[in-house]
C-alpha cells in the first residue's frame, strides 16, 4: 500500500480525493463512524484463525488472556450478512457500542479504535486470543480465569484508557490460582520394538504428532495409532 493508493471519502461515501474507488464493506466502515463518535480507525480482514471461530460458530467469550481481557474483553459473533450492503451492516449496529472487536460469521473480522494503529492492534490481539484459545482446545484444557483474577484485569481498563463495555466470561468463584491442575500434556506411544531410551527422529516425531492431532481433530473414535490402540479424542467446548 502507497500513499497515492488512499482516498478520502465523506460520511456519505462519496470520493473527496484520491484516484481510487472505496471498498465495497465501505458501507460497514461508515455505519460504525456515525454510530461512535469515540472511534476514528476501522479494520476489517480475514484472518484465519479468527475468521474459523467464526464459520464454527464459537465466540471468543473467555477470560484466558490478561492482555484480552483489559483491551478486548470479549468478543461477539456477528449474524451473517451478504457483504457489501447492509444486510451486513445492521447486525453489527446492534454490538457497536459494547464490544470494539467482532467475528462476522463465515466472513472475517472487524475492530475499531481511536485511531487505524489502535484498531490494527486490536485485530493482531484477536487473531492472538484465538490462536491461544485454539492451542489450549486442541491440548484439552481451557483455563479460565476466575472472578477474582477477572474483575482485577478489568479494573486495570480506567488505567488503560480502555471504555469498551465488553466483558469475558469467568469461572464463577474461583481465582486462577485456586483452579484444579491442568491435565498433562498427552504423550505419543513409544514404537513397538524400540528401548524407552531410544531418541525418535525429527522426522518421524512430527510425522506422529500430526497423525495425533489429526485424528482428534477429525473426532474418529475407530481411528488407529501406530501402536494398535484407538486415537484418543479431546471434546472441543
Known sequence: ????????????????????????????????????????????????????????????????????????????????????????????????????????????????????????HKMETMEHFANISLTARLLGKVNVFGKEDAEKLMGLRQRFGVTTKAVCQFREGQSINQSSSPSPAPTMPSNEGTNSGDETSQEELVRRITQEVVSRLRGTEGGSCEDGGQAKIIPVR
Open 1 to 120: 500500500l502507497t500513499p497515492d493508493q488512499l482516498i478520502v471519502i465523506d460520511y456519505d461515501g462519496n470520493v473527496v480525493s484520491g484516484k481510487h474507488k472505496p471498498s465495497s464493506e465501505i458501507k460497514m466502515h461508515l455505519m460504525v463512524y456515525q454510530e461512535r463518535s469515540d472511534v476514528h480507525g476501522v479494520a476489517h480482514a480475514h484472518p484465519p484463525t479468527s475468521t474459523g471461530f467464526s464459520v464454527a460458530g464459537i465466540p471468543l467469550v473467555d477470560c484466558l488472556l490478561p492482555e484480552v481481557v483489559v483491551t478486548l474483553g470479549s468478543v461477539p459473533i456477528v449474524e451473517y450478512g451478504l457483504p457489501g450492503t447492509m444486510e451486513l451492516v445492521e447486525p453489527i449496529r446492534k454490538y457497536v457500542h459494547d464490544y470494539d472487536a467482532f467475528l462476522l460469521e463465515n466472513h472475517g473480522a472487524l475492530t475499531i479504535g481511536p485511531n487505524v494503529i489502535n484498531a490494527y
